[in-house]
């Protein structure tokens, strides 16, 4: 099992900052796919942004070049910079850590962002 550590959420006006981090225990990480994933009220869970073990990087249309994501594969940690958040910004945040080859995800535990205008 795979443990997942979310911090970094909070409260945050409209055109602010807030930089998310997750923290794993380093099992799959150099075949793992990493990634934020978010869920607001009422919607489905959707990605936000991911970076794979070959440095490919995804980015969901409502989000590009407001935030960036970055993977440290030395310490076994990947952060989602969050810069000009928008209110629609608002949901729950979870990392997601997938291994593909050995077909299994793991999620994080979720934190909430909420961004007021």
């Known amino acids: 099992q795979v443990e997942l550590v979310e911090s970094g959420g909070g409260l945050v006006q409209s055109g602010g900052s807030l930089r998310l981090s997750c923290a794993a225990p380093?099992?799959?990480?150099?075949?793992?796919?990493l990634g934020w994933y978010r869920q607001a009220p009422g919607k489905e869970r959707e990605l936000v942004a991911r970076v794979s073990h070959g440095g490919t990087i995804t980015y969901a249309d409502s989000v590009k070049g407001r935030f960036a994501i970055f993977r440290d594969d030395d310490r076994h940690t990947v952060d989602l910079q969050m810069d000009s958040l928008k209110p629609e910004d608002t949901a729950i945040y979870y990392c997601?850590?997938?291994?593909?080859?050995?077909?299994?995800?793991?999620w994080g535990q979720g934190t909430q962002v909420t961004v007021t205008t």
């Open positions: 380093g099992n799959f990480w150099s075949i793992s796919t």
């Open positions: 997601n850590q997938a291994v593909g080859i050995v077909g299994r995800t793991y």
